[in-house]
């Protein structure tokens, strides 16, 4: 965090910059002006209104950095690439200073965007393939031992794998709770099939499907955690526990 002071008797700047996707910027994260670090990320909030509020403090000596005419782009940190920051931008000198607890918008430098949606679509894709490759498996080894996949539980699979696509998918947030507690009673039902299937089924279940379905429950942990609803898969988590050990 910035000190209060930054060795004049002036406070920093504080102001929100509202951005509807923050690829993966975070608290501590640095400000930049033309390669000079004038500030740092004081906090990241997730809105009722599905984007994100990121509080910036900007040192004294460039206040007069953050402008009408500033733009506030999300970026690589110039000395560590492994960092987000946020960068501002001057479109032209001398514009009026934003004042003291404002909230701008943030924009997307050009490219950015595209990058951002073909990394979604490409993780979307990957995640939709490794899917429906475990399930595919599953068929294969069950046919293998003169086994049959229940209809019904081959359709809830289906069903899992369409809801961790479209997480995947998601652009702007990650999943309402809505959409979690719709995923837990999906996984509810599959367990419950589970319970009924043979012993031969269910291993097969247990070694090809589960730790497909532990994989995509990782990343929507991920997702979550940048909002600490970790906990919101607490209950998924013990229903995939219990498969495990049946």
């Known amino acids: 965090m910035l000190p209060l002071l930054w060795g004049c008797s002036e406070n920093p700047l504080i102001i929100q910059v509202r951005y509807a996707e923050v690829l993966g910027l975070k608290q501590n994260d640095p400000v930049y002006f033309d390669q000079n670090k004038i500030g740092e990320v004081q906090k990241v909030t ?57 909230i701008v918008q943030g924009s997307v430098q050009t490219g950015l965007l595209d990058e951002m949606m073909s990394s979604f679509r490409r993780n979307a894709i990957i995640a939709e393939n490794e899917m429906r490759k475990a399930v595919q498996q599953l068929e294969k080894s069950l046919r293998g031992s003169s086994q049959k996949l229940d209809k019904e539980m081959s359709v809830l699979l289906d069903d899992l794998s369409r809801q961790f696509r479209e997480f995947n998918e998601e652009i702007k947030k990650v999943p309402d709770s809505r959409e979690v507690k719709q995923l837990e009673e999906s996984i509810r039902l599959f367990a419950e099939e589970f319970n009924k299937a043979q012993e031969n089924v269910r291993d097969h279940i247990r070694n090809e499907v589960i730790p497909q379905l532990r994989k995509e429950l990782d990343r929507l942990r991920e997702q979550l955690h940048e909002e600490g609803r970790e906990k919101e898969t607490e209950t998924i988590d013990k229903k995939i526990d219990e498969m495990s050990r049946i």
């Open 46 to 102: 997730y809105t009722q209104q599905g984007d994100y509020l990121v509080e910036i403090s900007i040192t004294p000596d460039f206040k007069n950095t953050a402008t009408e005419d500033s733009k506030f782009f999300i970026g690589n940190d110039p000395v560590n690439q492994q960092t987000k920051a946020v960068i501002i931008m001057q479109e032209k000198p001398g514009g009026k200073a934003i004042e003291q607890g404002t």
